[in-house]
């Protein structure tokens, strides 16, 4: 039985002892107009429509972590939690969105405790320069697509 107890504590102990260090935090690129911010992870409200370039950060709860969230994707019921700031208030809120939707980066941890991606209103700057490295690999491949579209290749002459 102590040797159980003792299991416990260092599985629950271990995320909240390395939380002030910073860790890896995980965020995203909305990939396009419209996008669903579903309040529920298997409901059908949606609580925002969020459009391509906008970025949110990946959440989930866990025991042991400080104020019991992780900022990192965790999936449920097909889709992953999110975390948004809604244009008219202050802070974010948590939400869950379709992984297709979005494209993952990664970011250092180190600017906040428990590699939360915020300081107070705004995405912290270790989160805004992922982010901002994400959002310009997607821009040129979003400007490739575009052009595509725009410059068809020419139909092969009919005999």
Known sequence: MKQFIKVLVIV????????PAG???QGAIVLRDGAPVYKKSGGEEV???LKRGDSVAG?????GAPGGILW????????IGVAYHPPD???????????????RFT??????KN??????????ACFQEARDAKLEELKAKWAAEDATKKDPPPAEPKP
């Open 72 to 79: 990192q994707f965790g999936e449920k019921d097909g889709r």
């Open 107 to 112: 970011y250092d941890g180190s600017c906040e």
């Open 23 to 25: 860790g890896k935090g």
């Open 59 to 63: 959440w989930k709860e866990f025991m």
């Open 89 to 103: 208030a202050k802070g974010h809120r948590l939400a869950w969105m379709d992984p297709k939707d979005v494209a």
């Open 115 to 124: 590699a939360a991606p915020e300081t107070g209103r705004d995405w912290n």
């Open 12 to 19: 629950f102990a271990l995320p909240a002892l390395a939380a």
């Open 47 to 49: 609580t925002l429509s």
